[in-house]
């Protein structure tokens, strides 16, 4: 078994780098990013679902099931860097979806920034942020694809994708907006939905001591620091007036 050998260190980093930039180009993380709005902008409704429920999600379980088990010492040297990737990209893509008019490249952004969850969870060496991490991925795909399909199914029968055109949509199509704001409340993390326990392990996993203690007291402070938590109350803000600024239309 691969994760029963012992590798040299420096060959370990080399190996973590090449399948950290592939995993993030199809999870998406920043920068490489950049594909994913386009994509879900342009394509059928039926291959975002695709996207945004499974394919997506394959790069972070590589970074799970490679870059963290197999190459488990140069995760402990890369690990704070995840988590500061992951806390700038929950802000960035957050901000950056609230300027977007095309509501399919709005969902795809939200989904860059839930991403950044996945990261920290990941990056946090400890049982409760990757739990967090995998419940993260898992309630994401089901809440993306949904999202995608509700915005195709409505797209079908207004032919309107602009959110400055689509004001008044409830009236219309009751049940199609109705089933969208639950599924939006699902993605904004609303207490009782599959969203909210992701973002409670988020919040707690820091109470727990980590699986590898680190050298350095600057990345031990990090760690250990309530920093994450600011910036998922941030997150919380943006996707608030997110989906109420959906929501007005």
Same mark, same amino acid.
Request: aromatic share 16%.
């Given at each position: ?53 499974? %394919? !997506?999600?394959?790069?972070?379980? @590589?970074?799970?099931? &490679?870059? =963290? ?6 995760? $402990? #040297? *890369? ?80 032919? %309107? !994708?602009?959110?400055?055109?689509? @004001?008044?949509?409830? &009236?219309? =199509? ?6 969208? $704001? #639950? *599924? ?66």
């Amino acid at each position: 078994m691969l994760t029963n050998r012992s590798y040299p260190v420096g060959l370990e980093i080399i190996f973590y780098i090449g399948f950290l930039i592939a995993f993030a180009v199809k999870s998406p993380i920043i920068p490489f990013h950049t594909w994913l709005p386009d994509t879900h902008g342009e394509a059928h409704y039926s291959t975002c679902m695709l996207l945004a429920g499974i %394919l !997506l999600k394959m790069g972070a379980y @590589g970074l799970v099931r &490679i870059n =963290m088990e197999l190459l488990p010492r140069a995760h $402990s #040297i *890369f690990s704070p860097w995840l988590m500061i990737i992951g806390s700038i990209q929950i802000i960035y893509a957050a901000s950056t979806s609230l300027g977007q008019r095309n509501l399919k490249k709005r969902i795809a952004y939200s989904s860059v920034s839930h991403m950044g969850f996945i990261l920290i969870g990941i990056g946090s060496l400890s049982d409760t942020g990757l739990n967090g991490a995998i419940l993260q991925i898992i309630s994401h795909g089901f809440i993306g694809a949904a999202l995608f399909f509700l915005a195709g199914t409505g797209y079908d029968r207004l032919r %309107l !994708l602009y959110l400055d055109e689509m @004001g008044g949509m409830a &009236i219309p =199509m009751p049940k199609i907006f109705t089933i969208f $704001s #639950i *599924f939006s409340m699902a993605s904004l993390a609303l207490p009782g939905m599959s969203g909210f326990f992701c973002r409670i392990f988020n919040f707690f996993w820091n109470n727990y001591k980590p699986k590898i203690s680190f050298n350095d007291k600057n990345i031990n402070y990090f760690c250990n620091s309530n920093w994450n938590d600011i910036n998922s109350y941030l997150f919380i803000i943006y996707v608030t007036a997110d989906v109420l600024w959906i929501q007005a239309f």
